[in-house]
């Protein structure tokens, strides 16, 4: 299975502030990476696909890069919607396997 | 608008089977690759398998010795099976649409095994 390790796992900032969570995969994934947001007691929402194509209707603040292990989800000036937890999962090979998640709290 | 509709039982014993159904409604099964996922109370996503328009399944190898996913075209609806279950299975199980990204989700149900 590949393994996708998710830094930080908490994360505290302040409305405005620009946010960056890495993920790291255990072997080469080529693009296909997924971001999702979770918010408590509902199902994970899809904001990026194939590393760095934001999912129609997802705010432009939000922006993935990234390639082969090591990719990135930027939030660019975080809003008080954007506090939740944040996936990635990688699609390259089956199983298909998620990181531990990054919650964004408050500051 | 498309949507996921899931249910089925909240409450199993240990060793019993658990089984939930997903259904689609506002649009068409075909074409599509239909996944599980679950979430233990507290902690993270856990991909279970999936099930494509034809039949074709691809399980997680940790719950495939457990795990059936099968369709009903007919009536727009997947359903996933999971035998002998444990507390360890306790989770929220969510359907999904999507096999690589999953875009559109269903509401989740809780399910609680517990003697």
């Known amino acids: 299975d590949i393994e996708m390790t998710q830094s930080p796992s908490t994360l505290s900032a302040s409305v405005g502030d620009r946010v960056t969570i890495t993920c790291r995969a255990s072997?080469?994934?080529?693009?296909?990476l997924a971001w999702y947001q979770q918010k408590p007691g509902k199902a994970p929402n899809l904001l990026i696909y194939k590393a760095s194509s934001l999912e129609s209707g997802v705010p432009s603040r939000f922006s993935g890069s990234g390639s082969g292990t090591e990719f990135t989800l930027t939030i660019s000036s975080l809003q008080p919607d954007d506090f939740a937890t944040y996936y990635c999962?990688?699609?390259?090979?089956?199983?298909?396997?998620f990181g531990q998640g990054t919650k964004v709290e408050i500051k | 608008q498309v949507q996921l509709q899931q249910w089925g039982a909240g409450l199993l014993k240990p060793s019993e089977t658990l089984s939930l159904t997903c259904a689609v409604y506002?649009?068409?099964?075909?074409?599509?690759?239909w996944s599980w996922v679950r979430q233990p109370p507290g902690k993270g996503l856990e991909w279970i398998g999936e099930i494509n328009h034809s039949g074709s399944t691809n399980y997680n190898p940790s719950l495939k010795s457990r795990v059936t996913i099968s369709l009903d075209t007919s009536k727009n609806q997947n359903s996933l099976k999971l035998t002998s279950v444990t507390a360890a299975d306790t989770a929220v199980y969510y359907c999904?649409?999507?096999?690589?990204?999953?875009?559109?989700w269903g509401q989740g149900t809780l399910v609680t095994v517990s003697s």
């Open positions: 072997q080469s994934i080529s693009s296909w």
């Open positions: 506002g649009g068409t099964y075909n074409g599509f690759y």
């Open positions: 999962q990688q699609y390259n090979s089956y199983p298909r396997t």
């Open positions: 999904a649409r999507g096999s690589g990204t999953m875009v559109l």
